[in-house]
């Protein structure tokens, strides 16, 4: 199972859970972090359909859920 507070390293990829109106993102947002400032502090990059950044944002540990893409031991 995803552990919500597994450690984040550059280069996940990780789901927005809360609303960042002066961003233009809304909680279900993809980005990928691009840069890691603490254990919990994080600047994202979120991309639009054509590749280009639309925003790149601030985010602490409990605004964001990383995404995995391949199988997990149970």
Excluded: C, Y
Aim: charged fraction near 25%; proline fraction near 8%.
């Amino acid at each position: 199972m995803n552990n919500p507070m597994s450690p984040v390293k550059l280069f996940d990829v990780v789901a927005l859970l809360v609303n960042k109106p002066t961003e233009g993102l809304t909680a279900g947002h993809v980005g990928t972090v691009v840069e890691v400032f603490s254990p919990d502090v994080f600047e994202v990059e979120f991309l639009d359909p054509t590749g280009r950044t639309f925003a790149l944002t601030e985010l602490k540990r409990d605004e964001i859920l990383i995404l995995k893409h391949e199988p997990v031991a149970a």
